[in-house]
Structure formats: structure tokens, C-alpha cells
């Protein structure tokens, strides 16, 4: 082995950041590459809006499509510790994609939008995040404009989401009277625009946890203002808890402008000291393999195909869980047993380089496949044998009818369906009654995928109807009973045979919930 395995290991941090769309996700992304160097210049996140792309051949690709469905990953050394984030696509390329990115993930940077508060998306993510018990870390964006009070934002945040909070750090003024933020955490206040004054940055807090009395913003109200809102907190807020981060149960809260790139160093500083190294990976047989196991593995957590008709290859990404990638190395793959020699991976990095060598723990591969990987398989290698644990189905908020548009083509479509659904890359459902065929999603683009990659891969134009969104919830076999479907839900069973209903909506639901109490309704999450 070239290197110190758990050296290497231990300096990974992998993440992923977690955002309804518009908040700022893209923007901070592009500070905290910038802080790693791993780019020169911002704007190659999302190629589209300048027209500059990474010189990945995915990404290649991608630009060819004109739409982005790249959960890509980004890679940047910085104060010792090798940084690897995970995009998560929101907007009109929001999947299950984007939840199962989450699986692969030791950590979550939450951005809200501090004139919006936390939004639809966010929560949905947030609690994939919380269903992992992965720490959670808070960046209220945007103090460079009016938003909403900031003791406002903590307490909806805690609300909404039923997670304690912990300031580390909090806003003097905002909008255009923003001066800056008073640094719980490092005990320092941090200037907005130190020009403004003798140049200085910082100004260190003396024992009272003020600044000096001298100072001009020492008298001004929005200092004042935010010195008061501290005192509170100190008296009445959370304890500071660093196991707590750990596990989840508090989210540490830092203010700040990706914008006008204020507050985002202190922030990636901050959030690098406590984020987690990678941790052991938990099996299907309910063991854990440590990190530092010097055989590979990882699991697939995603699978991309390759919407372009002339390349069928596919990407599949996988989370190294123990040990070093070696490029050209043999593993196996678990379900079928069969070997592979990995010579094709690739690495997504907003830079230029395209193929990756080695990899360890804690980071992610991407290996071009022709058909044979799934998403949760397994890869190890030497004799290991190990299976990770299932990734979670997700409950799917979009549904459409599905037929194939020539009679004739029964068979590949049938096929098609039955490959597409077993990749995880779409729900399906039967109806009970007539076996009308049902497709579920969580994002539109999914559909999109399907009905392309159904025409390009199995040579079966499908005919998709919407339906709409609809609520769905299983309920036990024994409970089935053919009566209780009505016109405002649809029974169908999904491709374990399990049967559930889709409701209209949350109001047929409940509809349902009141006539039949017994009746025990599950959302998969
Ligand atoms: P994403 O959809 O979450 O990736 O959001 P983007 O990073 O693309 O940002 C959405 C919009 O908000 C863009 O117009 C950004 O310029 C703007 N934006 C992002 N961060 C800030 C900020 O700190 N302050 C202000 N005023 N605008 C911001």
C-alpha cells in the first residue's frame, strides 16, 4: 500500500449540502472550492449559466443534453483534511437520486435562504438527513438583504424541523446595515467591511464577551441590538454539544452572505473541525466494517445514465466504505459473485482531472458500466464478502400511467420496465384490479429519464399520462380489502406485491384515516 491508510482516511470529509432551490447552495459551493483551490474561478459549478464547463467527459456529456442531472462530486484539499462534496440536484432535476446522495454522506450543510426561512425542499431533505443521524450543519444565507429576524429563523427552524440549534455565530444588523457578526463560538466579532473602520478583520472579545468600549461600533444600536439577542441565547437557548452535533440532535447555526463571500471561510473552518470522519459502514447481516479494513469496499448509491443516444454507457457512483481504490484493481460484485477489474473510474472534480488512481474511504468513484451494476450493490475486493446494508426506498409524490405506444413491443417494454425499476431509477405499481401499469417518482425529471432512456435502450416509445401528485401510503396485506377503494384513491400494489393507496390528496387521506381507524397507513419516509 502507497499510502497511510488511516492517515488518508482520517483526513476525508464528505458532505453534502442541502437546500431549496434558489437559497444559495450553488453559490457557497462555489466559495468553499474557491477557498480549496480547486477551481480558479466561480461559475464552473453549474456550467450552463456561464458556459464554462469542467473538463470532465461527463460532464461533456452533459452539455451536449443541455440539462444537468449530475449529482457531481466536488474535491478540494484544505487545512489538512481532503474535502469531498456531494452534490445535491434540487430544481427540475430533484430525484431519488438527490435523497440517495444522502446515504453516501457523513455530514449535511443545510443553506436557508434568511428571508425565506426553511422551505418545502429542505425539510424533505432534512429528514433523510435526521433518519441517518448524520450531524447537520445550518448556514442562514443571504444577511446581505433584509431578512427575517434571526431569533425569527431559529425558532421556525427549530419548530419546523424538531432540532435543537446552537448559534455559533450571530448577525450585527443586516441588509445594507449589515456590520458584521458577533462569533460565539470563536469569541471574536467579524467585520463585514473592516475598510470601514482601521482595516482589521477581527476584533477579539475581551472577557466580558464585549468589544472595546472605544470602538465606534461598540455604541452603534445594531451592535447593541445583537449583544442583547446573544444575552438571551446564553441564558435561555441550547447548550454548546459537540456529541450532540455528532448524533444529529443539534444543528450548530452560522449566519453569513455566499453572495458577498462573508462569513463562509469562518464557517468552512468551523464546520471542517467538527465534521465527521468516515465511520464504520453497517452490513446487511447488521455488522460494521471500520474504514481502515485495508481490503475495498463501497456500495453503489446511483447509477447515471447516459442520456445521449450514441454513448450507452452508464456511470455508477460508489462510496468507498473501507480500504484503497486502486485503479485496475479486481473486486467483486456481491450479488452475482461475479469479478470485475476496475480500469474505467472517473472522479467528479470541478477541475481537470479525469481519471482517479486511488481513493479511500470516505470518497466516491465513479465507474463507467455497461449494464451491470445496481444501485445498493456491493463491490469488494480480496475476500471480504461483505453486503451493505439496503439503501431506503423513498416515498414517490408523482405518479403517471404507463403503456407502451406499439402493442406490438410487449416484450421489450416489459423488459425495459422491469431493468428501469430495478435500477432504482423509477416506482412501479400495479393497479389492483386491472394491472394497469403505474410509474412513481419524486421528481419530474425522473419521468423524463424513463421515457428516454426507454426509447434509446429498449427501442419502446412509452405513452406516460399524468396523474398528478398523490399521497401514498401502504397498509398491511391483511387489511387489503378490494371495498375500501373509492374514486378518491387508487389501490395498487408495488413491485414486492405490498399494497398501498394513492390518495387524492391529504385530505382523502384523512378521509380514509376516519372511516377505517384500524387501518394502519405507512409512508415509506
Ligand atoms: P441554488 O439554487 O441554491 O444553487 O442557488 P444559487 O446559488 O444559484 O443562488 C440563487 C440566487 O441567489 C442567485 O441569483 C444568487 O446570486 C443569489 N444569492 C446566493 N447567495 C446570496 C447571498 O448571500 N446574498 C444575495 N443577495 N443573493 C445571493
Not at 424541523?161 to 458577533?182: A, D, H, Q, T, V
Not at 450532540?244 to 462573508?262: C, D, H, M, Q, Y
Request: charged share 25%; glycine share 6%.
Amino acid at each position: 500500500m502507497s499510502l497511510n491508510l488511516k492517515e488518508a482516511v482520517d483526513s476525508r470529509r464528505t458532505f453534502a449540502i442541502i437546500s431549496h432551490p434558489d437559497a444559495g447552495k450553488t453559490t457557497i459551493t462555489e466559495q468553499l472550492l474557491l477557498f480549496g483551490g480547486a477551481i480558479r474561478q466561480a461559475g464552473t459549478v453549474k456550467g450552463k449559466k456561464t458556459g464554462n464547463f469542467a473538463k470532465s467527459d461527463w460532464m461533456e456529456i452533459e452539455k451536449q443534453r443541455g440539462i444537468s442531472v449530475t449529482s457531481s462530486v466536488m474535491q478540494f484539499d484544505y487545512d489538512g483534511k481532503r474535502v469531498n462534496i456531494l452534490d445535491t440536484p434540487g430544481h427540475e432535476d430533484f430525484s431519488e437520486d438527490t435523497y440517495r446522495t444522502l446515504m453516501a454522506v457523513d455530514a449535511a450543510v443545510m443553506v436557508v435562504d434568511s428571508a425565506k426561512g426553511i422551505e418545502a425542499q429542505t425539510k424533505k431533505l432534512f429528514q433523510v438527513c435526521r433518519m441517518r443521524g448524520i450531524p447537520i450543519f445550518t448556514f442562514m444565507n443571504k444577511l446581505d438583504r433584509d431578512g427575517r429576524e434571526p431569533l425569527d429563523l431559529l425558532a421556525e427552524l427549530e419548530e419546523v424541523l424538531e432540532i435543537e440549534s446552537y448559534p455559533m455565530n450571530w448577525p450585527i444588523g443586516m441588509g445594507k446595515g449589515l456590520e458584521g457578526l458577533y462569533d460565539v463560538y470563536h469569541k471574536r466579532v467579524e467585520l463585514h467591511r473592516p475598510e470601514k473602520y482601521d482595516g482589521e478583520r477581527f476584533i477579539e472579545l475581551n472577557e466580558d464577551g464585549d468589544i472595546p468600549a472605544d470602538h465606534p461600533l461598540h455604541k452603534d444600536s445594531v451592535y447593541t441590538q445583537a449583544m442583547e439577542d446573544v444575552e438571551l441565547l446564553t441564558e435561555a437557548g441550547n447548550e454548546f454539544s459537540e456529541e450532540r452535533i455528532a448524533e444529529g440532535k443539534l444543528t450548530p447555526v452560522f449566519f453569513g452572505s455566499a453572495l458577498t463571500n462573508f462569513g463562509v471561510q469562518t464557517f468552512l473552518e468551523t464546520f471542517l473541525q467538527f465534521a465527521p470522519k468516515p465511520s464504520a459502514h453497517k452490513t446487511l447481516a447488521e455488522e460494521t466494517v471500520s474504514p481502515y479494513e485495508k481490503e475495498f469496499s463501497g456500495f453503489v448509491f446511483k447509477i447515471q445514465a447516459n442520456m445521449n443516444p450514441a454513448h450507452r454507457d452508464r456511470i455508477a457512483f460508489i462510496r468507498v466504505c473501507s480500504g484503497e481504490f486502486e485503479r485496475g484493481m479486481d473486486v467483486f460484485l456481491e450479488r452475482t459473485g461475479k469479478k470485475f477489474k476496475l480500469t474505467n473510474s472517473t472522479q467528479f472534480m470541478a477541475d481537470s482531472r479525469e481519471t482517479v488512481e486511488s481513493a479511500v474511504a470516505g470518497d466516491i468513484i465513479g465507474l463507467y458500466d455497461t449494464g451491470n451494476y445496481q444501485i445498493g450493490d456491493t463491490l469488494y475486493s480480496g475476500k471480504m464478502k461483505v453486503a451493505y446494508e439496503e439503501l431506503p426506498q423513498f416515498t414517490p409524490e408523482l405518479f403517471m400511467k404507463v403503456t407502451a405506444k406499439n402493442v406490438m413491443k410487449q416484450k421489450s417494454f416489459h423488459k425495459g420496465m422491469d431493468q428501469l425499476v430495478q435500477e432504482g431509477a423509477i416506482q412501479l405499481y400495479k393497479t389492483i384490479l386491472t394491472e394497469d401499469y403505474i410509474i412513481g417518482a419524486v421528481g419530474q425529471l425522473q419521468f423524463e429519464v424513463f421515457q428516454h432512456r426507454m426509447l434509446n435502450e429498449y427501442n419502446t416509445e412509452v405513452i406516460l399520462t399524468p396523474m398528478g401528485n398523490k399521497t401514498a401510503r401502504w397498509i398491511n396485506e391483511e387489511d387489503l380489502d378490494e371495498r375500501m377503494s373509492s374514486s378518491r384513491n387508487i389501490l395498487v400494489k408495488d413491485r414486492y406485491n405490498q399494497p398501498l393507496f394513492l390518495f387524492e390528496n391529504q385530505f382523502a387521506m384523512r378521509w380514509f384515516a376516519d372511516k377505517y381507524p384500524d387501518v394502519e397507513l405507512k409512508a415509506l419516509l
